[in-house]
């Protein structure tokens, strides 16, 4: 059974930094879509960058460009996202999702992943 547990979350003021970690488990971990996506209070859920395993190449919504970083560490099955000069409208709960085994990142932002995670509070007061 796949697992996405999410950590890192927290609150911090605004311009800060904080590392969100996805690990996963339950499956060979190999090239597929990993990614974040957030969802704040009365929104919609947005994608926020996602990692095409084994091959690396990243994509980012524009929100994300310049302040977000995802990366990956294959020998522990995690998927990270690096967040500076965060804002109060960073503020959401972040939720890990990766696609099947081998599938790619196309159209990452329409949101449709197979797995995902519970989630975790980010937090920027203003």
């Known amino acids: 059974q796949v697992q996405l547990v999410e950590s890192g979350g927290g609150s911090v003021q605004a311009g800060g930094s904080l590392r969100l970690s996805c690990a996963a488990s339950g499956y060979t971990y190999s090239r597929q879509c990993m990614g974040w996506f957030r969802q704040a209070p009365g929104k919609e859920r947005e994608g926020v960058a996602v990692i095409l395993s084994g091959g690396g190449r990243t994509y980012y919504a524009d929100s994300a460009k310049g302040r977000f970083t995802i990366s990956q560490d294959n020998a522990k099955n995690t998927v990270y996202l690096q967040m500076s000069s965060l804002k109060p409208e960073d503020s959401a709960m972040y939720y890990c999702?990766?696609?099947?085994?081998?599938?790619?990142?196309?159209?990452?932002?329409?949101?449709?992943?197979?797995?995902w995670g519970q989630g975790t509070q980010v937090t920027v007061p203003s």
């Open positions: 999702a990766a696609r099947r085994v081998g599938a790619s990142c196309w159209g990452w932002e329409r949101g449709d992943f197979d797995y």
